[in-house]
């Protein structure tokens, strides 16, 4: 359908702007949001009914936008809005037949359908190459491992083997089935690869570092391990990064591609690209976080997408501001210290075995969540799920036996060590405080995964 986003013009383009802009001044970076948002909101009026219709209702035009501050003229939205009347996000010149989209479905269990175009993906793919580059990271050129929830064919299963290689250069690893029996393979086909670094989730390398340390692993030092999509204790931290002899590089990225945000050489705090989008942080009367340390809800506007704008759009991520704003790397990005919401949730097997659960049911190249609105994971025993889902409309309609098979089906065949059983049901309980999660774990976890 589309052309490789490395070739095209863009990608180029873009990596050279990232790359000339990291050390703007506040002044200049102000002036490049306020004139982005400006594009943004003159887009929006007059192409997506949503914006169009919520900035009449607030008696807002696109010229009343003068400051940074006039962006809180906008409601904020969450994802359930966007469900609601997913076509009224959308440009009206935008054709679902020659867009791309992709799938989230967030820590709150709630998936959301992403459309955007090939020029898009080329920005996006920009802003990885940068921070990867920040990094002195060749990603072109580079033996990397990647142990990303990435599914493999059955028949390297098959054979017993967890791995296979692309490009030369890449060795995909499956992270579904690190035990304390295979971890010294593992290792043994990383030490053989002798990749420059590893890419990664928090919960995809964790139980690889765990058998490193406990069974004494001995794995040849990696430099760099680049980890996203979920949130990261201290403790775990410095697991991953005493097993590997590595420096975790963990980077705040999401699906929807409003907010980009990774450390620098000189500390572990989230810079958040001002060329991406606005990152606000909100307490709960719905003002600026300013307190050093502060904690507030993450809410953004993304710039890049102009196929489906996200304007004041809530993360569902908790953020705490950076101690300081003021960092020795030089950049005056948006510095958050931490972001949690993300937390990584494991299940068990019938071995007994942890199971990172996030990387399953949020890889977007395997899982297709087209049709399910919410959906809810309950393990009350090892080797078992309970799958509530509740189908949106289209698929609710059709024979509820065969919807049944089908996502049973699906969700199994990433997640192969398990029983599942799928629940279609008409609505999904918000748990006892009244928050959104998508996996209920009532088995005690303790002892088997290091929360610390
Ligand atoms: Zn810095």
């Known amino acids: 359908m589309s052309a490789d986003p490395f070739s095209n013009p863009i990608f180029v383009e873009r990596r050279i702007f990232l790359e000339q802009s990291q050390f703007w001044s506040r002044r200049q ?14 887009h929006a009026h007059a192409r997506v009914p949503a914006y169009g219709r919520a900035m009449a209702a607030a008696g807002f035009g696109p010229d009343d936008i003068v400051t940074l501050a006039d962006l809180k003229r906008f409601p904020i939205i969450d994802k359930r809005a966007i469900q609601a009347d997913p076509d009224a996000f959308l440009a009206d010149n935008a ?27 080329a920005r996006d793919k920009a802003c990885t190459n940068h921070y990867m580059e920040t990094f002195g990271l060749d990603v072109f050129n580079w033996r990397s491992v990647r142990l ?10 098959a054979e017993n083997r967890y791995w296979r290689v692309e490009d030369g250069r890449k060795l ?32 995809s390398i964790l139980p690889l570092a765990k058998y490193i340390l406990q069974d004494g692993l001995e794995i040849r030092p990696i430099r760099t391990i680049a980890c996203d999509g979920e949130y990261l204790t201290d403790g775990q931290r410095t697991m991953i990064e005493r097993a590997f002899q ?49 904690r507030g809800e993450m809410v953004v506007t993304g710039f890049n997408n102009p196929t489906m704008p996200l304007i004041r759009y809530r ?32 299940v068990i097997d019938a071995a007994g075995h942890p199971t990172p659960l996030a990387p399953a049911v949020f890889n977007y190249n395997d899982m297709d969540w087209k049709g399910i609105r919410e959906f809810r994971v309950i393990q009350e025993q090892a080797g078992a799920l309970t799958i509530l889902i509740q189908p949106e409309a289209e698929l609710a309609a059709d024979d509820p036996a065969v919807v049944k098979a089908l996502l049973e089906r699906r969700i199994g065949a990433i997640l192969a060590g398990f029983h599942i059983e799928v629940q279609l049901v008409d609505d999904i309980p918000r748990t006892r405080i009244g928050k959104h999660r998508y996996l209920d774990q009532r088995m005690d976890l303790r002892g088997i995964v290091t929360f610390e």
Not at 323 to 334: A, V
Request: glycine share 10%.
């Open 315 to 346: 993360t569902g991520d908790i953020g705490y501001l950076g101690d300081s704003q003021d960092c020795p790397c030089g950049r005056h990005y948006k510095i958050l210290k931490g972001v949690e919401g993300r937390f990584q949730d494991f």
């Open 95 to 121: 054709d679902r037949a020659t867009l791309r989209h992709r799938t989230t479905g967030g820590s709150t269990g709630t998936p959301l359908t992403i459309w955007y175009d090939d020029d898009f993906l």
């Open 148 to 157: 990303y929830g990435d599914k493999l064919a059955p028949e390297i299963l």
């Open 246 to 294: 590595a420096r975790l590089i963990n980077i705040f990225g999401h699906t929807e591609a409003c907010a980009a945000g990774f450390p620098c050489q000189h500390s572990d705090a989230l810079h958040f690209l001002p060329q991406v989008g606005i990152v606000e942080l909100l307490d709960e009367q719905g003002r600026d976080v300013t307190e050093p340390g502060g």
């Open 29 to 42: 970076q102000d002036e490049y949001q306020l004139n982005s948002l400006r594009r943004l909101v003159r």
């Open 172 to 203: 995909v690893m499956s992270c579904y089935h690190i035990t304390a029996e295979t971890a010294p393979a593992y290792v043994a086909e990383i030490n053989a690869f002798a990749p420059r670094y590893i890419h990664t989730r928090p919960s």
